[in-house]
């Protein structure tokens, strides 16, 4: 038997020890990363702030607990060899307990105690893990400079203050109620066959337990006080926040329990003295009886009677703090409103005007550019375009919208026998450039035209990409090792290969067998410390994914869906947008159930090459990153030390956008009589999108906002009135400059139609032209895609685009093929965009003082086309139709013969003039 108890405590201490070294060697390698970040003051303050707290906490209630148990400790021995006596049925039982003296004497029952206190008291401190920002924004809050109107105090105070407040008082009052249940058992178990008598019959005992109970009175007592306070996060008014049953009923029944928890603990004390068990039940009792009749029943019966019958009158200014607080907390105070008439028909001298605007109209959806980006550009099997991201540069002296991709190193896509641990610790170690394209330009196949292509990237454009290497990026999942004796793959060349060194220093050198050792319990691979290509040079690199390496530097940080690549200055670089959230915003409504407040105060920037992490505050006033900066001194820079050209990407956050939007069709209205029986209350609108009716997403476009003299790029979105499809009004997000992060709200007349955009795309089903032509073609063997409609903003009007991609059955690459415009009453599909201009506004004024060269000199561009050009393209597609007659993909060949069919009938209408 004792064999058997000596193996078992063995296995029980060598896990133990296993797991004590598992941890240990994670936070030494933790801390190695950190510092090869710069970043080892985060870590640090963590650390300390996690662990101290728990230490903390677990001594206070080890010593609570261990010393309330003590006092036990005399009345247990008491007992302990006492004979009792029961009556069963007709019969008196005698039953003596064994004299437990000569075991359960004073020293042993202390270390029982003792290491019941510690056990407990570890377990009880788990409770607090990942608490320390609660303490650490208590201890360095920074006030919002408004007040809350219920109890005047500052909303840093909600924010920073009260969590805490709520955390400690929880600490304490569950510590309490433990402790009572511990030290009644422990009484009740000295002499268990009195029942719960034997906890009051002793003195001593109804003493101790007095003592705690009114202990456990008293912090309930301060329980209530700070339950007022959550009285304005009540969501049981007309709106969010405290309303008039809360202030009227909830808060006095809250103000009289807070008065009864004093007394009630204050007479548990004095029968100490009177010794009357009817004191305590009368005082316990009393207090949950008042708590139910004043904290449930009275407030419904308020409810009931006194709002209900009159309950706008009655919920007006709380409505107004509602509306106030939510508009404020979401930034939607500052957004600025202006009309916008879009009754008026453009035509090419509106046109011309905003040539910047349609030249950078985007054509290209994300979903289907992905598809083809993955068939021309990936090159190899184990590359991978994870995303495409839009963006805006300025390429040759023009603003151009484009396009682009990370060509990532996906290591699950590599053959099973190139899967060694060399090939893809040591020499597959990084993705290599990106492909770019222009928003709007299509190649006479319907392809995309590229800005940049191929391996290594090339691009006829003053655009320079000089460090292709990507090493930290989305798909990076696997850690690394460079700078080892092992060749590392660069990229692919013909049949041969390009190998390269990593020039970079964030890594964690492994330079000396110890650490090795560290690393490979910490990552789990014992071939680290075994490999002989690795030696005292060699860098580990890993958390090499953004979206592990950025929240594990800043966990307080929220972060947006999408961060985008961007080129800069020859190199690549991640931008990604954080966010500062609370969810104790007063009288805020919150978001999806979550964060009732939200500010896009921190753009965060990752060398793809080297991973070094930046954090830039883009909003000085927002008082959380005051605290944050407060906290981890030195880890925030100034948005003005941000490299200028890296500035010129910064672009308004989509998932920011999409938040303030949703709460926009609700709180645009500010009459709290509007706001109450929501008559003009929005929705954001629905396009049909592959033959699917889904949510229309906010997107970017490059467009001359209303009254300003310049082109910039914005995020836009339109709204819709509920249980309508008409457009209301649209809202763009400015990115560009000074006026980046300012938000625009323009709103239709109310007494006038502007087709929203699923009016739009039940016109463009009832075109018959159009619908047969996508009829035909999906009769092909092809599939019709409708891709994203876009409502295009020009001057005073609007302009819709649709773009049709066909993409063969046994092809996944889809063509853009039609570009669909709508304005006024007409709609046009062509195979271009320039083509469904003309068509859509008639051919140009050629005698305008705007044409420069007249059109009947041969060679003459006809919609940007010269004779030589029709001619090229009439024998491309020539060529084209019979490679698609060879492959026997009958939906290209059609395509292809109707492409030529309107070149030739161009180049005939040319030759005729």
Aim: contains cysteine; proline residues 5%; hydrophobic residues 45%.
């Amino acid at each position: 038997m004792f064999r058997k108890y000596s193996l078992a405590a063995g296995v029980i201490a060598a896990i133990l020890f296993l797991v004590l070294v598992g941890d240990g060697a994670r936070l030494i390698t933790d801390y190695l990363w950190f510092q090869s970040l710069g970043y080892t003051s985060i870590f640090t303050t963590i650390l300390f702030t996690d662990l101290g707290l728990r230490i903390l906490v677990g001594l206070f209630f080890f010593i609570f607990l261990f010393i309330n148990l003590l006092f036990t400790r005399r009345v247990i021995l008491e007992y302990s060899s006492v004979a009792y006596e029961r009556r069963a049925e007709h019969n008196v039982i005698s039953i003596e307990f064994p004299q437990w003296k000569e075991f359960l004497n004073k020293r042993v029952l202390t270390w029982l105690f003792f290491v019941v206190s510690v056990v407990l008291a570890y377990m009880f401190s788990l409770a607090v893990a990942g608490d320390w920002q609660v303490l650490q924004k208590f201890l360095h809050a920074t006030p919002f400079g408004s007040t809350d109107p219920l109890f005047g105090k500052d909303i840093g105070f909600y924010v920073f203050s009260l969590p805490f407040y709520l955390f400690l008082y929880n600490i304490l009052f569950w510590a309490g109620i433990l402790v009572v249940l511990l030290v009644a058992a422990a009484y009740f178990l000295a002499n268990p066959f009195r029942g719960l008598t034997s906890i009051f019959s002793c003195g001593s005992a109804r003493v101790h337990l007095s003592v705690l109970a009114a202990l456990v009175l008293a912090l309930k007592a301060w329980g209530y006080q700070l339950q007022q306070y959550l009285l304005l996060y009540s969501p049981g008014g007309a709106v969010f926040g405290a309303g008039y049953t809360d202030v009227n009923a909830n808060l006095l029944a809250l103000k009289v329990l807070f008065v009864l928890a004093v007394i009630a603990a204050i007479a548990v004390l004095v029968n100490v003295v009177l010794r009357r068990t009817s004191v305590l039940i009368y005082a316990v009792g009393g207090l949950i009886a008042v708590s139910l009749i004043l904290g449930a029943i009275y407030p419904a019966m308020v409810q009931k009677f006194v709002v209900e019958p009159n309950e706008f009158n009655k919920e007006k200014p709380y409505i107004e703090h509602n509306i106030a607080f939510t508009r404020a907390a979401y930034n939607l105070d500052e957004i600025e409103t202006k009309p916008f008439p879009s009754g008026r028909v453009i035509g090419w001298d509106e046109v011309e005007n905003n040539e910047d605007t349609v030249k950078n109209i985007r054509l290209w959806d994300w979903e289907p550019l992905k598809s083809t980006y993955s068939q021309m550009q990936e090159m190899r099997l184990y590359y991978e375009f994870k995303d495409i991201d839009i963006d805006r540069y300025t390429i040759d002296g023009v603003q151009r919208q484009v396009m682009l991709a990370a060509r990532e190193f996906d290591q699950s896509k590599l053959s099973e026998q190139a899967k060694t641990w060399i090939n893809t610790r040591l020499v597959y170690t990084h993705g290599y450039g990106v492909a770019m394209s222009p928003v709007n330009e299509v190649a006479p196949d319907g392809l995309p035209e590229f800005f940049f292509k191929d391996i290594p990237p090339r691009t006829d454009t003053d655009l320079k990409l000089e460090r292709n290497e990507i090493y930290y990026g989305e798909s990076t999942d696997q850690y690394v090792i460079v700078n080892t004796k092992a060749k590392e793959f660069d990229y692919p060349k013909g049949d041969q290969n390009v190998y390269t060194t990593y020039e970079g220093t964030s890594g964690v050198k492994l330079g000396s067998v110890l650490k090795r050792l560290l690393f490979a319990i910490s990552l789990g691979d014992y071939r680290l410390v075994l490999a002989s290509d690795v030696n005292a040079g060699s860098q580990i690199l890993y958390y090499r994914n953004i979206h592990d390496r950025v929240p594990k530097i800043a966990p307080f940080l929220e972060y947006d869906g999408d961060p985008y690549i961007v080129v800069s200055n020859g190199k690549l670089y991640w931008l990604w947008d954080a966010y500062t959230t609370t969810d104790m915003y007063p009288y805020s409504e919150p978001f999806a159930g979550r964060t009732n407040y939200i500010r896009n105060s921190v753009k965060v920037v990752v060398d793809a090459y080297t991973g070094n992490v930046s954090f830039y505050v883009a909003d000085t006033n927002d008082p959380i990153v005051k605290t944050w900066s407060k906290i981890f001194p030195g880890v925030f820079q100034d948005l003005e030390a941000m490299p200028r050209d890296l500035v010129e990407h910064i672009r308004y956050p989509q998932d920011l956008f999409e938040i303030q939007a949703r709460m926009y069709t609700l709180y645009h209205m500010q009459d709290p009589q509007v706001f109450f029986t929501k008559e003009d209350k929005w929705n954001l609108p629905t396009e049909i999108y592959a033959g699917n009716e889904q949510r229309m997403e906010p997107y970017y476009v490059i467009i001359r906002l209303p009254g300003e003299g310049r082109p910039e790029f914005v995020l836009i979105t339109s709204f819709t009135p509920q249980n309508k499809k008409n457009m209301i009004a649209w809202m763009a997000a400015r990115c560009d400059g000074e006026n980046y992060g300012k938000i625009l709200v323009f709103q239709m007349p109310k007494q006038s139609l502007v087709y929203g955009p699923m009016q739009i795309e039940a016109r463009i089903n009832q075109d018959t032209t159009i619908s047969q032509q996508l009829t035909l073609w999906d009769q092909r063997g092809s599939r019709v895609i409708r891709g994203n409609l876009l409502v295009i903003p020009v001057e005073d009007s609007l302009l819709y685009v649709e773009p049709i991609y066909l993409q063969a059955e046994q092809s996944k690459m889809p063509e853009l093929r039609r570009v669909i415009l709508v304005h006024g009453d007409k709609i046009v599909m062509e195979p271009t965009l320039e083509r469904a201009l003309s068509a859509l506004f008639g051919e140009r004024d050629q005698d305008s003082p705007e044409q420069t060269e007249p059109p009947e000199v041969p060679g003459t561009p006809v919609q940007g086309r010269t004779i030589k050009e029709l001619i090229k393209n009439a024998n491309r597609y020539y060529e084209e139709a019979q490679e698609r007659l060879r492959e026997g993909n009958w939906s290209a060949y059609g395509q292809a013969l109707d492409d030529l069919q309107k070149t030739l009938e161009e180049l005939s209408k040319m030759v005729e003039e």
